[in-house]
């Protein structure tokens, strides 16, 4: 087949100009006689490439002078052991939300380090609501309050955009793991004490992970730990404390200049609106052939999970989508069923194939 | 200029039917309608890539079947912080042989870890020679004795194809940092507890590690930890414990291909040297015009680090030499002077042309 709307939750599907141009440039850079991913990151070429990925991020994300911006390995879950490390004390408090499965994943990362409260906890509804600020049980000695600003499994999402879904915690740093919610629609960075998240769903490729940090927060001693694990000696390093991910940094660089063109997270929060409506809107007017369980105010504009009626239609629905040129929609095994990931570079064309493919898989079999 | 000979450190060159491929498949791979880099870590398509990559490198290296093969992020140096927080208890002593700056490196990320008893250490000497092994204080209640298989800045390399240079050390497990000469000669693996390495220089992309460990060394306590800090747990999961960098992993990969399509590391091996011996016989043959200061033994054959008589000469050195189609050739700021890093994928033509322009540029400026 030629490309397909690809649906995957991360790594997900790419801006097609981008992977144009990483394309043309694979073999050698802009006349300098090799390719991006065989230079050293220390010479003038990388340092022009990494420091535009960086300004292009503070212009995309309005990200204040008072906040560090790094570019390092890892993934989010190596930011959440770091996170602990770095901001708390051995055993200190620290206040966790849980409303899904990455935010069980962060808590686990840090039991070794820190005191971690559940402040709240989704599980016991199944994870289909955001438990009621006013329900929240937070510490007031806490050296953070952490939450999860999107579930990528369970399609739950903590809304940004007007501000008022960001959690209000008073003088505790607030710190977000945004994988995969970043940039698709205006945040109010000074919110926040850090947000962090793998770049391989909104900002673009695998292989690296941002980490957007109050230069306040740098002072804090944390815990015993090696240099590599600690942020303050990142940002002095330039995030090139050793080898970075050149290539990876480099094509999320390019990721940034396309979302700039197309007119940077406004015009994104616009389309995504857009997008994840009209599939709410397919499943919420099937009559309970397609079934989405969560509370309608914290459904996510990224990851649409949905279950067909009876389960003996997924194999035919799976293999019907792909014939269509629709991939990548099986849910995740934690979960089950389907999920179609609409992130910042999955066009609006796609989502409208995939709508009317279950319009007609219904059609065809309800 | 077309693609030139690039004698970079690391990022380094790759082979450039690698490049090829990988470029021809960037948009699509293997007719599924996605990209490599746009597909689930967790899909039948890249599960059967990891696998390839695998069972190759283990074909390669010949690394027996009690040993694991790990594919993880970080680099190198979150490796040597992992190391101790794995196979140590918390302050326990290691032993650590440092023979230029990537050793020192390694010594500093332990330090809140363990008791690190510096064994043996080249810096008194300029790092220009290996301490010999006669000389070592090897403490007999080690964790484990770490070293560095080549220093890339300052030229030393501890040999391996004859099993000669593999330092003896008991029952105490032995740790390299292989990083810029695994798979360059035929290596014993089976004489050491860990072999790491960031993939950068003859194994392909940066922003992928490479960690074999004998899997009994797995069972030992080590400190408390994160579990996405936890080797035993990476490999229950398959290096797959958070989303892999999936491209980075995949060039490996076709790297890999290639080398075993070339002949593998016996035949590399004979490349490499004959590439060496080729840079040090201009160099020792200059009368003095090229200078290497390393004592002859200890050689690297992966990066010949050289001083021209005068440093007014560096500059139309390196003009030249970039007009010739030969770049990446500045010496490392720790040291200064020029520098070619000669990994498996640069090409005899690549160090005879260098050969050529030192020999040429000796003339025109002796």
Same mark, same amino acid.
């Given at each position: ?14 801006? /097609?100009?981008?992977? +144009? ?5 694979? =073999?050698?850079?802009? %006349? ?27 212009? +995309? ?10 570019? &390092? ?37 840090? =039991? ?13 509804? %199944? ?88 230069? $306040? ?9 090696? /240099? ?19 290539? #990876? ?42 079934? #989405? ?14 279950? &067909? ?8 629905? =799976? ?15 934690? +979960? ?12 609006? $064309? %796609? ?16």
């Amino acid at each position: 087949m030629s490309r397909a709307y690809n649906f995957s939750a991360g790594p997900a599907t790419l801006p /097609e100009a981008v992977l +144009l141009q990483a394309q043309a440039e694979l =073999l050698e850079w802009r %006349g300098v006689g090799a390719s991006i991913v065989e230079l050293s990151h220390r010479g003038p070429e990388f340092m022009q490439v990494a420091a535009e990925a960086e300004a292009d991020l503070r212009t +995309l994300m309005s990200i204040p002078d008072d906040y560090a911006v790094l570019f &390092l390995q890892g993934g989010a879950t190596v930011q959440q052991a770091l996170i602990a490390l770095n901001f708390a004390a051995p055993g200190q408090r620290a206040d966790y939300i849980v409303t899904g499965h990455w935010g069980k994943t962060a808590l686990k990362q840090v =039991l070794p380090y820190v005191a971690a409260n559940v402040a709240a906890n989704g599980e016991a509804g %199944g994870f289909r609501d955001i438990p009621a600020r006013a329900s929240w049980q937070l510490s007031d000695d806490a050296a953070y309050v952490h939450y999860t600003a999107n579930e990528t499994i369970h399609g739950v999402e903590f809304r940004s955009a007007s501000g008022g879904d960001i959690p209000e915690v008073g003088d505790v740093p607030l710190i977000a793991d945004f994988s995969s919610s970043i940039v698709s629609e205006p945040l109010d960075v000074s919110r926040f004490g850090v947000i962090y998240g793998g770049a391989q769903k909104n900002l673009g490729p695998v292989g690296v992970s941002v980490v957007i940090v109050r230069r $306040e927060l740098l002072e804090r001693a944390g815990q015993p730990r090696a /240099e590599i694990f600690n942020y303050a000696a990142h940002v002095r390093g330039e995030s090139m404390l050793n080898t970075p991910p050149t290539w #990876n940094w480099y094509l999320a660089g390019l990721v940034f200049k396309w979302m700039l063109a197309e007119g940077g997270v406004t015009e994104f929060a616009r389309r995504n609106a857009r997008k994840s409506k009209l599939l709410y809107d397919v499943i919420d007017g099937s009559g309970g052939f397609y079934r #989405n369980e969560v509370a309608v105010a914290v459904r996510s504009r990224m990851n649409v999970p949905f279950f &067909l009626c009876d389960d003996a239609l997924d194999k035919p629905f =799976l293999a019907e989508a792909k014939e269509a040129g629709l991939i990548s929609l099986k849910g995740h095994r934690a +979960l089950g069923g389907m999920r179609a990931s609409i992130y910042n570079a999955m066009p609006e $064309e %796609g989502v409208q194939a995939l709508a009317a493919f279950m319009r007609s898989f219904q059609q065809r079999h309800g």
